[in-house]
């Protein structure tokens, strides 16, 4: 049976480019692989390659959980749980570090990016986090994994050491192949349209959390960048920020951006932003609805309990 795997880092507030370039893409998959199991997991031991608070984080791992199972995942064929608890993914990954080369690691963009903006205090773990994922991968057999263009280079790093480990000790691992959505694997910052919508961002106009109230998502969507060009078109060079929004209302309708497009030809921002707003808010509340009803109830507690269990089992066995 073909297995799917992916995870989150609980360590900020999920946004919309979580949920549109990772959740959602999730639910989908689960719907168009009718013969497929999955894991997912909170990566929580990824979380604290950078320096965390322990009372934050331990919440923010449960929201990251509880939202999961806000956004409609099948959990008849979902295998939910906490990295952290599944002692296999820190045992593996120490291996896989030993099977994994200084210059590979030196070469991860995400590596480089980090240790720019956090110039003190830089942690081993935070240059060896491929190695890590590399475990959370091999550990359960997965032969796909969803990743956005940002986390591409680590799966073909992960890939790599598969093959490594393969030629050096027999077919241990499966070779994981990525899923790149065509639409949505990377949504922007609404206020810098160069760069990833970030949960970290020191500004929130910037981004959408999933727990947003109505009210402020909407403002955050009109007052979205765009340009004095005043025509709606896809264009990402000229336009990124309205090449950015076309793509949140693309996956979030599953309606093409030519005929998105179409429809506002010669109207200007303002419609098409308010359209966009009523949009990105029906997405979102309905989750939240259902994310404050899960947070805080035993039905969690039940749920990642039984994926403990069953990933503990799987783990265990591949080590």
């Not at 980090?114 to 994922?133: D, E, H, N, R, V």
């Not at 050491?161 to 990525?178: D, L, M, S, T």
């Not at 009523?278 to 509340?285: F, H, K, L, N, R």
């Amino acid at each position: 049976m073909t297995r799917i795997l992916s995870g989150i880092q609980p360590s900020g507030t999920l946004t919309l480019g979580n949920y549109i370039g990772a959740i959602k893409q999730f639910v989908e998959l689960q719907n168009g692989h009718a013969d497929a199991e999955f894991f997912l997991f909170v990566a929580d031991l990824h979380a604290i390659t950078v320096e965390q608070d322990p009372k934050i984080l331990r919440k923010k791992i449960r929201q990251v959980a509880a939202m999961y199972v806000a956004s409609g995942i099948d959990l008849d064929r979902t295998t939910l749980f906490i990295q952290s608890e599944i002692k296999e993914h820190a045992e593996l990954g120490y291996l896989l570090q030993c099977h994994t080369y200084m210059g590979e690691l030196e070469r991860m963009t995400q590596f480089k990016d980090k240790s720019k903006k956090q110039t003190a205090g830089i942690t081993a773990s935070l240059f060896t986090y491929p190695a890590l994922m590399a475990a959370d991968i091999l550990l359960y057999d997965a032969d796909y994994v969803p990743v956005g263009e940002d986390q591409k280079q680590h799966l073909e790093l992960t890939r790599d050491i598969a093959v490594r480990f393969n030629n050096r000790y027999g077919e241990f691992f499966k070779v994981p192949a990525p899923l790149i959505p065509k639409i949505g694997a990377r949504i922007m910052d609404l206020q810098n349209p160069d760069k990833k919508m970030s949960k970290s961002d020191e500004s929130d106009k910037g981004y959408i959390s999933l727990l947003d109230e109505e009210n402020v998502i909407k403002k955050k969507i009109r007052s979205a960048v765009t340009d004095s060009l005043g025509n709606v078109a896809y264009d990402p060079t000229r336009q990124p920020g309205v090449a950015n929004l076309l793509t949140i209302y693309s996956a979030l309708t599953g309606e093409a951006v030519d005929q998105i497009v179409a429809r506002y030809v010669g109207k200007g921002y303002q419609g098409f932003k308010e359209d966009l707003a009523d949009i990105v808010a029906g997405a979102i509340i309905p989750i939240q609805t259902r994310f404050h009803d899960v947070f805080g109830s035993q039905e969690l507690d039940f749920l990642l309990d039984q994926g403990r269990g069953s990933a503990s089992l799987i783990a265990s066995r591949k080590i």
